[in-house]
């Protein structure tokens, strides 16, 4: 089992910027690639950052491409989303996820094993 926590999320202005976290407890940390998903309200959950678990690779989506940077720490069992230039648009619940995939490229949510609670991100415009 792997148990995520994720946290940094708020209320930002448009043009400002977030870093959320989401710490990893429980089976190796490194077994895993990590991931951010969100969730707009009305809206399916849709792929936002992947991260390999040496941390060499990563995969965003076209509408964040630019704007949000994944980065993993796994001394501290932690991965980072580190979001600029917000949107309104990007106004959704952020969850961090774990598969255990070792091949590059980015994942549906289907093949996530574990998931986070999931953080609020508000942009107001």
């Known amino acids: 089992q792997v148990q995520l926590v994720e946290s940094g999320g708020g209320l930002v202005q448009a043009g400002g910027s977030l870093r959320l976290s989401c710490a990893a407890s429980?089976?190796?940390?490194?077994?895993?690639?990590m991931n951010w998903f969100r969730r707009a309200p009305g809206q399916e959950r849709e792929f936002v950052a992947r991260?390999?678990?040496?941390?060499?690779?990563?995969y965003y989506a076209d509408s964040v491409k630019g704007r949000f940077t994944i980065s993993r720490d796994n001394a501290k069992n932690t991965v980072y989303l580190q979001m600029n230039s917000l949107k309104p648009e990007d106004t959704a619940v952020y969850y961090c996820?774990?598969?255990?995939?070792?091949?590059?490229?980015?994942?549906?949510?289907?093949?996530?094993?574990?998931w986070g609670q999931g953080t609020q991100v508000t942009v107001s415009s």
């Open positions: 996820a774990a598969d255990p995939y070792t091949s590059n490229g980015p994942r549906s949510s289907g093949a996530m094993n574990y």
């Open positions: 429980g089976r190796a940390f490194t077994s895993y690639a």
């Open positions: 991260i390999t678990w040496s941390g060499r690779s990563t």
